[in-house]
C-alpha cells in the first residue's frame, strides 16, 4: 500500500508565498517513481494539473504558473515539492499530489497513479 503525505498549505496574503511537499511511503516496496505532478482544484472548477515532473527532471506548468511556481523533486527521498511565489487569489484551491508509482510484489510489479489526501491553499486580496 502506497500513501502520498502532503504538507505545506496554508492561508497567505497576495504576493506571499508557500512550499508544499509530498512525500511516498509504502509498506511494500516501491521499485520506481515515474512522473510526480501536482493538481489543483478550485469550488465549482474540475481539477486541473498545475506542474509535473518526469524522473529525468523535465518539467512542465500550466501557463497561468509559469515564472511563479516551481515543482522539484528529491528522489533518494520520494519526495515532490511546489514552491509558489507570488500567490495570487486565483490560486486558490485545494492542491493534491500525483505520483506514477511502480511498486514490486513477489516477482510482479504493478504500475499505477498514486493522489495525496489534497491541502488547502487560501489567498487573500
Known amino acids: 500500500q502506497v500513501q502520498l503525505v502532503e504538507s505545506g498549505g496554508g492561508l497567505v496574503q497576495a504576493g506571499e508565498s508557500l512550499r508544499l511537499s509530498c512525500a511516498a511511503s509504502?509498506?511494500?516496496?516501491?521499485?520506481?517513481?515515474?512522473?510526480m505532478g501536482w493538481y489543483r482544484q478550485a469550488p465549482g472548477k474540475q481539477r486541473e494539473l498545475v506542474a509535473a515532473?518526469?524522473?529525468?527532471?523535465?518539467?512542465n506548468y500550466v501557463d497561468s504558473v509559469k515564472g511563479r511556481f516551481t515543482i522539484s523533486r528529491d528522489n533518494a527521498k520520494k519526495a515532490v515539492y511546489l514552491q509558489m511565489n507570488n500567490l495570487k487569489p486565483e490560486d486558490t484551491a485545494v492542491y493534491y499530489c500525483?505520483?506514477?508509482?511502480?511498486?514490486?510484489?513477489?516477482?510482479?510489479?504493478?504500475?499505477?497513479?498514486?493522489w495525496g489526501q489534497g491541502t488547502q491553499v487560501t489567498v487573500s486580496s
Open positions: 500525483n505520483a506514477n508509482i511502480r511498486t514490486l510484489s513477489g516477482l510482479s510489479t504493478y504500475t499505477r497513479d498514486y
Open positions: 509504502a509498506s511494500g516496496s516501491i521499485f520506481s517513481i515515474n512522473t
Open positions: 515532473i518526469t524522473s529525468g527532471g523535465s518539467t
